[in-house]
């Protein structure tokens, strides 16, 4: 899990709800998925010893063209089209959030389906356990690091910060994982940390907006209060 690029939309859309730097996480989302498509799959085929099922650059292929062949033709299009997009943004934004549960519900059923003898009830609760207290162990590291003083980060940034350096991709990870390892008996222990980390990232994200809110206006007026004085 460790492994995985961040996530395209959910670290942008909770930077913008928390009133943090848009622009950063857009840019960190798009140059990490890319770079992900890298340096995912060398990272897994060195973590797990060259253990995968198929080269690195067979994966690196496949890869490309399941996510970043729609990508090119989504960007594409809206050249041609772009124009009509605002006009319909209600639609779309739940026409995108619609596909982006559909493919949390079937990479679960897909997963689910295979079921492996290791993988009991109790290796659900305590893989749940520890991947939530990771999350909060990272939050916590990523804004502790972040506020420090001398990388004079604005609170803006340190929202995009928080959110992304923390945030993986189910969309592009579990494509990532089932190129390498969709044909080893140990698939679902090794895919279900990520299914768990996906969802809980934006439950926990979005507990957190108002409190990043309410932090922003606070370091705002002390700010104005020193730069006044």
Known sequence: MSCMPPPVSSAVLLTKQAG??????????????????LITPALLYLFFNGSGDVPVWSAILQLSLTVVFPVVIGQASRKIIGHSLPKHKKLLSVTGNFLLLLIIYTTFCDT????????????????????VLLQFILLGLAFYMSTLYFFR???????????CSTHKS?????PM?????????QFILISFPLLVYHPMQILIGSFLVPFLQKWIQNKTKFNCKLHFV
């Open 20 to 37: 943090g730097n848009e622009a950063a996480a857009v840019f960190n989302s798009a140059l990490g998925s890319l770079l992900g498509l």
């Open 112 to 131: 689910f389906s295979n079921h492996n003898e290791a993988f009991t009830l109790s290796t659900v609760i305590i893989t749940t356990i520890i991947v």
């Open 153 to 163: 980060f604005t609170p803006e940034d340190i929202v995009a910060i928080l959110y």
């Open 170 to 174: 189910l969309t592009l990870g579990f």
């Open 177 to 185: 994982l089932k190129v390498l390892y969709s044909n080893q008996a």
